[in-house]
């Protein structure tokens, strides 16, 4: 089927759907336009992978790349090991300079870096720099789980003289 027509993965998952009807959804997950054929163990997988082969030749279709020890899935990383974050996507994160959301302390430990735009001020990239530019980063990268507001927790809202925004927070079961 050619890329980028209208309703191609909805009509790919549709034919799949039915050319693979017999085959259990513990063996072969169809979503869109990706087949994943799975087992525990290696023969397992041929087995399975039999079975779907069979079906999808009787159906007249073709398949291309196969056998590979690690597959991404979803925007995810599938292997034996299990299931990880796709390090294009991580890299992305990493390499894009850091937004003010999310990151507690923002102000505070972009303080460096906003000094390098002040006027008359030479444009020096020091060790502070470089160290607030990686906590930055690290804060970015470790994104935190942002809870649902609970009225019947602690909630803090701590100000600094180096910065004039602050983080609201709340303390929850799982951050004592």
């Known amino acids: 089927m050619p890329f980028g027509l209208c309703n191609a993965p909805a009509t790919f998952e549709r034919l799949m759907e039915r050319v693979l009807n017999h085959v259990p959804k513990q063996h072969c997950i169809i979503y869109l336009d990706d087949l994943l054929v799975h087992a525990g163990d290696f023969e397992g997988a041929l087995r ?6 069979a079906a999808i030749r009787q159906a007249g279709l073709r398949l291309n790349r196969m056998s590979r020890r690690e597959t991404t899935f979803l925007r995810h990383v599938v292997s034996a090991k299990g299931v990880a974050t796709d390090a294009a996507k991580i890299s992305a994160v ?3 300079p850091p937004p003010p959301m999310y990151v507690q302390d923002f102000a505070t430990i972009a303080r460096p870096l906003h000094h390098l735009t ?3 001020q030479p444009y020096v990239w020091d060790n502070p720099c470089a160290q607030a530019f990686n906590a930055l980063q690290t804060g970015l990268i470790t994104a935190p789980m942002l809870a649902y ?3 019947s927790t602690w909630t803090r809202m701590p100000a600094t ?16």
């Not at 399975?48 to 082969?53: A, K």
């Not at 003289?161 to 799982?174: D, F, G, I, K, R």
């Open 48 to 53: 399975h992978l039999r079975e779907v082969f």
């Open 94 to 96: 990493r390499d894009w």
């Open 118 to 120: 002040d006027r008359g």
């Open 149 to 151: 507001p609970g009225h």
């Open 161 to 176: 003289w180096a910065s004039a925004p602050s983080c609201l927070s709340q303390v929850t079961a799982e951050s004592r």
